[in-house]
């Protein structure tokens, strides 16, 4: 009963920070252009070893899409293949994915305090840490492959904690994390491995069990990815040949060739950046609790919280070994973080709210109004339907173009356009639309306004309500 207006609240925030932008037209442009390679995907256009982005998509050589493993597009292909096209099917999944990994932190929670029930309540705690460090939400606003990747590591790190804290051997268990652990790498590549650590963290900061059942359980688990890797690659050519061009042209190509920041550090900055309202949290509240220690009925589990704070360093930390570097690549590790600054303020939070008196007019007031946030935001959400969160004149130009062009079309551009890849994936996921810099050969031509050469004369303007472009059609 008395946590009851904090889960709630938090329930309110989550949906808060994630509904209203969800609903709305427009995603950032990695995104998008993942939603198109698996929509193409529930459309027969590419397969699942060789996914299809457009006609002008060229990497390393070839047209095919391999900038990732390809799970994730399977994956969501099937929910355009059972829900049809809506913008709204990549956007169930996404919010599909955000509720399974707050699930999987409250189960992770209760499993940390199997022998505590009341703070096994106080679940909301980590899951409203993690869902307001604002690159997460964002990351779940705009269908980053990190949800997928991080769902699949939380499930892998609660079979490998139950493990861990197991009395008895139990290796099916074992067996199960591991198995994700290859769902996560199949996910997103080389970060989706942390997993691995899990048990040899644990017996770092537990030392409840040999270190030969530390050595040969990270072993198997290392074990278990390993071949089914191998059986795949070796009893499918496709397979084989998809990986190898992912791992060895892209995954190293880009690491080698493509840096996106300065400094190895900027990855520390960015995930102190991110933390640094929980930072500020759990250190006042900290204070706080050493200084009421005398009247606290609850330890901390100091063992509990630097496992899962190891754990979700040994997430982040890694990126720094690349110079390729984006906050969001961090998202699998914030519910680790989350959980393991939670468990050094839980036991103060959790004595503060028993005792809490439930009769009285501000608990019975804190309850309403966390009802009433809950409900509101379900209410402001509905509104944001029909309604764009970013690239306003872009889509009204794309949908505009969508009207006049026949799907599956490729359009001529210029330079400058084409190098404009939000528009790109907004017309591949619309209309099956493709650009290409060649100009000369192609039936429509796109251009920038008041911009057509004279060596276009052969090409006739089109009446069309375009804010950025000018549409025009060869004349024959």
């Known amino acids: 009963m008395r946590q009851r207006p904090f889960q709630i609240l938090t329930a309110a925030i989550f949906f808060a920070v994630i509904l209203p932008a969800l609903v709305q037209d427009g995603m950032f442009m990695d995104g998008m252009l993942y939603t198109s390679v698996a929509h193409n995907l529930a459309n027969g256009i590419g397969t699942f070893w060789e996914p299809f982005f457009s006609t002008s998509w060229e990497m390393s050589g070839v047209n095919t899409f391999h900038e ?26 996404v919010l599909l994915t955000a509720i399974a990994t707050a699930y999987m932190i409250h189960r992770i929670w209760k499993l940390i305090y199997v022998e505590n029930l009341q703070l096994q309540k106080m679940s909301w705690l980590p899951i409203l840490f993690w869902i307001t460090i604002p690159v997460c939400f964002w990351s779940y606003q705009n269908n980053m492959q990190e949800n997928t990747m991080g769902l699949f590591c939380s499930i892998a790190i609660y079979f490998g904690i139950q493990f861990c804290r197991a009395d008895a051997m139990n290796w099916s268990q074992l067996l199960i994390c591991g198995n994700f652990i290859f769902l996560s790498a199949f996910s997103k590549g080389v970060p989706g491995l942390f997993p691995l650590a899990c048990v040899g963290i644990y017996w770092m900061t537990h030392f409840n069990f040999s270190i030969i059942k530390m050595i040969v359980s990270t072993l198997l688990l290392v074990l278990i990815p390993v071949i089914i890797i191998a059986i795949i690659y070796y ?98 590790a914030f519910p680790y973080l989350a959980i393991g600054f939670s468990i050094l303020i839980a036991p103060l939070i959790v004595d503060f709210i028993s005792k809490i008196n439930t009769k009285k007019v501000a608990f019975k007031s804190l309850n309403f109004i966390s009802i009433v946030l809950l409900i509101s935001v379900f209410i402001f959400t509905s509104t944001q339907f029909g309604k764009r969160k970013r690239d306003n004149d872009l889509l009204s130009d794309v949908y505009e173009i969508g009207k006049i062009i026949p799907t599956h079309s490729t359009i001529g551009t210029s330079q400058n356009i084409w190098n404009n890849w939000s528009l790109h994936t907004y017309l591949v996921r619309h209309y099956f639309i493709s650009l290409e810099k060649q100009t000369s050969n192609h039936t429509f031509l796109l251009l920038k306004k008041a911009n057509r050469p004279k060596e276009f004369s052969n090409y006739k303007k089109l009446k069309a309500s375009l804010n950025q472009f000018d549409l025009f059609q060869k004349i024959e």
């Open 68 to 93: 990732h493993p390809p799970l994730v597009f399977g994956i969501q292909s099937i929910f355009f293949k059972i829900f049809g096209s809506s913008i709204y099917v990549e956007r169930g999944y």
């Open 235 to 332: 009893s499918n050519e496709s397979a084989a040949s998809s990986l190898s061009f992912y791992f060895n042209s892209r995954l190293m190509g880009r690491v080698e060739a493509a840096p996106t920041v300065d400094s190895r550090f900027y990855i520390v900055g960015r995930l102190i950046s991110e933390l640094l309202g929980i930072i500020i949290i759990t250190s006042l509240l900290g204070l706080f609790q050493q200084l009421k220690k005398p009247i606290i009925e609850h330890t901390i589990q100091w063992k509990d919280a630097f496992c899962f704070l190891l754990i979700g360093i040994s997430a982040a930390i890694p990126l720094a070994l690349t110079m390729v570097q984006k906050g969001f690549y961090m998202v699998p």
